[in-house]
């Protein structure tokens, strides 16, 4: 027997301020900006040369007359064309047709190196989300979590993490070409049979949010089976997705509530990046500096939002289970 998600909703909001309480150790947050800086400066060497000169060039005008950009991968893109590679997988994402694999097999360069760089991240952050959710649950009375026993909680548990993370990202590739791609073509063939142009506009809309449902169901299964690992002894990974499964069929409206402040915080947050970026034109190397330090502060707030995400989904699973077991002593969730 389970409780039934009125009592459970009740609860959300004091479950969600926990999480934000929790997230915002200073010592993680800068553990995961760490890891995220090596990223960027992996994926920046091959073109660092470049960047420094086009860097120069935009800082001082010396090449205005040119059409110089002081964003440098505009001015790259124009000046050095074969050194920006082929990004048409990234164009065709929200195309009528979507992705296909001539993309990707085509894509090459820059944007090649930006996808690799993200599946790393991805693959980073699979151990260390589950080894920060393992330091949360052990040390529940403290506030914060300490960045070793963070990363020795994610090594412990890094090969089913890294399984987990191939498998999501498995799944987020098929539910992107099962809600996006693989209609386009007979939809399609509906809206030009009928001659409408707004019935064609309808079905990819209709594609979109199909898609988006798909994606952010694997997301909330992914993090389920990421707080089922790190409730357990980090190797059964069959347990953790059996679990995950079985939690988004009982409560998955009750997570996807709780995923929605934080969503809406990072689309707000967002904007605002958006807005003061696009105010910031660097004249000078302090400038370059003054918006490099505003990227990192956004980047920091979006690992905080992050965590939070993930800290609530497993405040209210421990809810579910602790509220089980007194309703119910002999059965386990």
């Known amino acids: 027997m389970t409780e039934t998600p ?8 004091k479950v969600l301020a926990a999480a934000l309480r929790r ?93 690799l760089a993200a599946l790393l991240l991805f693959l980073l952050h699979a151990p260390l989300h589950v080894g920060w959710l393992t330091v949360r649950r052990r040390y529940e009375a403290q506030v914060g979590a300490r960045v070793g026993a963070v990363v020795s909680a994610a090594l412990a548990r890094a090969p089913a993490a890294l399984a987990l993370a191939l498998l999501a990202a498995v799944a987020y590739a098929a539910a992107y070409a099962l809600a996006f791609v693989a209609p386009a073509g007979w939809l399609r063939s509906i809206s030009e049979g009928m001659q409408s142009e707004r019935l064609d506009l309808a079905f990819t809309a209709l594609r979109l949010a199909l898609t988006l449902v798909s994606l952010f169901a694997v997301k909330l299964a992914f993090d389920l089976a990421k707080v089922a690992l790190a409730a357990g002894s980090g190797w059964n990974l069959v347990r953790a997705v059996a679990v995950a499964g079985r939690e988004l069929r009982r409560r998955g409206v009750l997570y996807a509530l709780l995923y929605a402040p934080p969503a809406f915080a990072t689309v707000g947050l967002s904007l605002l990046w958006w807005w003061t970026a696009g105010g910031l ?19 920091v707030a979006r690992i905080a939002l992050r965590l939070t995400a ?24």
């Open 6 to 13: 009125p009592s459970l909703l009740r609860r959300t909001p």
């Open 281 to 299: 034109v660097p004249a000078a190397w302090l400038g370059l500096a003054i918006l490099f330090a505003l990227q990192q502060a956004f980047v």
């Open 310 to 333: 993930l800290g609530a989904a497993q405040g209210l699973y421990e809810e579910a289970a602790t509220r089980a077991r007194m309703i119910a002593p002999s059965t386990t969730l």
């Open 23 to 115: 997230a915002l150790a200073p010592g993680v947050l800068l553990l995961f900006l760490a890891v995220n800086l090596g990223a960027a400066l992996v994926l920046v060497m091959p073109v660092r040369s470049l960047l420094a000169a086009e860097l120069d060039d935009n800082l001082y005008g010396d090449e205005m007359a040119t059409g110089a950009s002081w964003r440098w991968f505009h001015t790259v893109e124009r000046q050095h064309p074969r050194s920006v590679g082929d990004y048409g997988a990234w164009t065709a994402l929200l195309s009528d047709d979507g992705v296909g694999w001539s993309d990707l097999r085509q894509l090459s360069g820059t944007p090649a190196a930006v996808a």
